[in-house]
């Protein structure tokens, strides 16, 4: 049996490392908006959509020619915001089907985020570590936790 386990906690950050978080949640904005951008394109065109996995492919592709930048960043944000972008698609086309079948929901296609809306988010995956008072990250390295 498997146990997940989760934890909120807010991070002490000097700048440099506020820039790097500023840098992640940039890079997952713009592959999610990207990646929302290139299922409409597909969808218009009468393609078919692509999941994650084909996105993610394709903007491995982009990274050695034009995204560059997206080196600076965990290869997990960009996966993760894509992961979400399908859930979304997900959500809203089960939200359509309930709609459909009489039932009283709001149904609302996926938006492109914003940079104005918040500070941004994004997600890691791979190898965390979490000690007494920091937590180790990739591509950001030992991060003091606030308790």
């Given at each position: 049996?498997?146990?997940?386990?989760?934890?909120?906690?807010?991070?002490?950050?000097?700048?440099?490392?506020?820039?790097?978080?500023?840098?992640?949640?940039?890079?997952?904005?713009?592959?999610?908006?990207?990646?929302?951008?290139?299922?409409?394109?597909?969808?218009?065109?009468?393609e078919?959509?692509?999941?994650?996995?084909?996105?993610?492919?394709?903007?491995?592709?982009?990274?050695?020619?034009?995204?560059?930048w997206?080196?600076?960043?965990?290869?997990?944000?960009?996966?993760?915001?894509?992961?979400?972008?399908?859930?979304?698609?997900?959500?809203?086309?089960?939200?359509?089907?309930?709609?459909?079948?009489?039932?009283?929901?709001k149904?609302?296609?996926?938006?492109?985020?914003?940079?104005?809306n918040?500070?941004?988010?994004?997600?890691?995956?791979?190898?965390?570590?979490?000690?007494?008072?920091?937590?180790?990250?990739?591509?950001?390295?030992?991060?003091?936790?606030?308790?």
């Amino acid at each position: 049996m498997n146990v997940l386990q989760a934890y909120k906690t807010e991070l002490v950050l000097n700048n440099t490392q506020r820039t790097n978080c500023a840098r992640h949640a940039g890079a997952a904005r713009y592959t999610y908006n990207w990646g929302l951008a290139r299922k409409v394109e597909a969808r218009q065109a009468g393609e078919p959509v692509p999941s994650a996995i084909d996105l993610h492919r394709e903007l491995n592709l982009l990274k050695v020619t034009e995204l560059s930048w997206m080196y600076a960043v965990s290869k997990c944000a960009p996966q993760e915001a894509l992961r979400d972008l399908d859930k979304t698609f997900a959500h809203f086309f089960r939200r359509v089907k309930e709609k459909k079948a009489g039932k009283k929901v709001k149904v609302g296609f996926p938006h492109f985020k914003s940079k104005k809306n918040g500070l941004g988010s994004f997600r890691l995956t791979s190898a965390i570590h979490i000690f007494e008072k920091a937590i180790q990250l990739p591509r950001l390295g030992v991060l003091r936790l606030k308790e």
